[in-house]
């Protein structure tokens, strides 16, 4: 591979086998993602059929108002021929909705809400009546007559937010998402009241501390590795895929950043070696009704800082080393840090730390923002957190090598 000489100040004091410092997140979040087949009508309504997708607190979609977002394969025409592209879609305004069952047909309901994945989460889009009146003049028909595989209506509705016609539409991946906006919250407004913060919140504040930590031509004169933000999809089901931490996607990135200055392959273990990773994932705020649920001396604060996640199984990737690297940061910038185990009598949920840390054999810390009503469709945190993961964050990032460069252990 041709050496790469990148524009001063950047490669002031990185050479070859220098290591890598990455904050790791993940963007994906439990939701409804749309069937293949979502054409689906019943006792005289339109129903939209989906999937469930990771682990989420399902019976807390029902009765909220439901958009869609995604991505939609098009069919174009460009100089007399044929092309295919994807668009990004947002459907703004609530289109469809999970009902709960009114209390007089399920007396019992309050003393256990069980959900049918399969049969009690379609979204209802529209009546069969509507939807027959609604008949599109393009179609000259029942908007049911458009396609096998989805609601005419459906498709319409879509192609209004991707720029093209129904019949333009060759495939799509869309997911059902609550329209209810983000909010600074309580009553002294000390909250963020969010869909998927976890783990859309990580995200931001890595990507946050990157800019802003190498912003400027001084803030990188001393530095004498890389600094990187990671972020993946599919940690909610396991990460196993193209674009999920179990891919090669972090190794290859290590491996043509070293090589790219120099030839000498015996470079990129040593650099692997100097790399350290940061996976940040939300994590486990005490809930004030269920305490039990928290082992005694570990119980996470909200405004308490970033949690160090531990697990002697290994369920995390921290160790000794890396949360002491982490706590000092912290110290240094006086700033709050907090520890988590799970009790010893309850599993233990993971991360893409120990996925990385074992396929690469990089040091690896697993961090998080304390958090409620984790997997709900809506979730919550401390404003203050979100500020202190953020400067954490972009305090490893400044501080990280010069850290490192102290420290002198066998990993």
């Known amino acids: ?159 209004a937010q991707a720029g093209c016609a129904p019949e333009d539409i060759c495939d799509f991946e ?27 919140c990580m995200s931001l504040c890595s990507l946050k501390a990157l800019i802003d930590s190498s912003s400027s031509e001084s803030s990188l004169e001393d530095e004498s590795g890389i600094r990187m933000v990671a972020l993946f999809d599919h940690e909610e089901v396991g990460s196993d895929s193209a674009q999920g931490a179990g891919s090669p996607v972090v190794l290859d990135a290590l491996s043509r950043i070293t090589n790219s200055f120099s030839s000498d392959t015996k470079l990129l273990p040593i650099a692997i070696q100097r790399s350290f990773l940061v996976s940040a994932d939300m994590a486990h705020a005490l809930h004030p009704n ?50 988590f185990v799970v009790r010893n009598d309850m599993a233990c949920g993971s991360t893409i730390g120990p996925i990385l840390a074992s396929g690469i054999g990089i040091r690896t810390v697993d961090v998080g923002a304390p958090q409620l009503s984790m997997h709900s469709i809506r979730e919550m945190c401390a404003v203050d957190d979100v500020k202190h993961s953020y400067e954490h964050f972009k305090a490893f990032f400044q501080d990280f090598s010069h850290l490192d460069a102290k420290i002198t252990v066998d990993i």
């Open 1 to 159: 591979m041709a050496r790469t000489h990148l524009p001063a100040p950047y490669h002031y004091k990185y050479i070859a086998g220098n290591g890598i410092y990455i904050i790791g997140a993940h963007t994906d979040s439990p939701c409804l993602k749309l069937k293949p087949v979502t054409k689906v009508s019943k006792g005289g309504y339109l129903e939209v059929g989906v999937q469930t997708y990771g682990g989420g607190l399902w019976h807390t979609w029902f009765d909220r108002d439901l958009a869609i977002a995604g991505r939609v394969i098009i069919k174009e025409q460009k100089d007399g021929s044929e092309s295919y592209s994807h668009r990004l879609v947002r459907i703004e305004e609530p289109i469809m909705r999970v009902p709960t069952l009114a209390i007089h047909l399920d007396r019992d309901v309050n003393d256990g809400f069980k959900v049918n994945k399969q049969s009690h989460l379609a979204p209802v889009l529209a009546t069969s009546v509507k939807a027959e009146l609604n008949k599109s003049a393009a179609e000259n028909g029942s908007v049911e007559t458009g396609s096998p595989k989805h609601h005419s209506l459906l498709l319409q509705l879509i192609a």
């Open 174 to 200: 869309l997911q059902a998402c609550d329209t209810q906006k983000s909010v600074i919250a309580g009553a002294l407004k000390e909250f963020v009241f969010s869909g998927r913060l976890d783990n859309l």
């Open 290 to 339: 269920y305490m039990d649920k928290h082992e005694e001396n570990h119980q996470p604060q909200m405004h308490g800082g970033l949690v160090i996640k531990n697990n002697a199984n290994q369920r995390y990737a921290t160790n000794a080393v890396t949360s002491f690297i982490f706590r000092e940061i912290a110290t240094k910038h006086k700033l709050p840090v907090q520890d």
